[in-house]
């Protein structure tokens, strides 16, 4: 499933919310004020603009940090020490760093000398706990044993819109209902009520689905 292909770049970017000048740049790495850097989540470059679904989840992670200059140079050697020690291509769309690996996650933070604000490990109280930025990752995450199978696209933890490989082709649903097409609906005058009735939802879905894609809306507005 982490190496199925399933989004053009274009396709991730807008359901990550992130431009996608900057999602290419995390998957290919690029040249900066004359100096060339390699992918932060891909090994290497691919020379292709198809997202996988591992990369998807990776770049879920990334996006925690959108509002913050994301240190290339730091990232990429923390997810190199990662992928050697855990021996997967894609360490953060693995289970085993975030819960049971606390501490060799901790240990290749400081091995590369990766900045507080981008650790996803910190020691409180003498514990290994995951930090507010890891601990929103993890969230929107679910897991089938130590692999990433469903993604909440919605910030919001009550959400229950989710993108899964399996269903509508990795687009937003709930419960197997595409949340665009909810919102079509919604467009064209139906009632809440009644696009429940429709796709055999309960209203709080319908709801849910409609304050999804507006706030998707807003921000491609913004």
Request: charged share 25%; proline share 7%; net charge negative.
């Amino acid at each position: 499933m982490l190496d199925r292909e399933m989004y053009s770049e274009a396709e991730a970017a807008r359901l990550l919310g992130v431009p996608q000048s900057t999602l290419h740049y995390w998957l290919e790495g690029g040249e900066r004020r004359g100096r060339r850097y390699r992918p932060v989540i891909r090994p290497e470059p691919r020379r292709t603009r198809i997202v996988t679904w591992a990369e998807f989840v990776e770049a879920g992670w990334l996006l925690q940090y959108r509002n913050r200059n994301v240190p290339m140079v730091e990232l990429r050697a923390f997810i190199d020490q990662l992928r050697d020690q855990f021996g997967v291509p894609y360490p953060l769309a693995d289970r085993r760093p975030l819960v049971s690996g606390r501490q060799l996650v901790f240990d290749a933070q400081s091995a590369v000398q990766l900045g507080a604000e981008f650790c996803l490990v910190s020691v409180v109280n003498g514990q290994l706990l995951l930090t507010p930025p890891g601990q929103a990752f993890v969230e929107r995450i679910e897991w089938d044993g130590d692999i990433a199978i469903r993604y909440r696209p919605d910030p919001n933890p009550d959400s229950p819109v989710r993108i899964e490989p399996d269903v509508r082709f990795g687009r937003p649903a709930i419960k197997g209902i595409s949340t665009e097409a909810i919102w079509e609906q919604a467009e064209v005058g139906e009632e809440t009520d009644q696009i429940a009735q429709v796709y055999g939802l309960d209203v709080a879905d319908v709801r849910w689905a409609l304050a999804y894609e507006n706030a998707k809306s807003a921000k491609r507005a913004a």
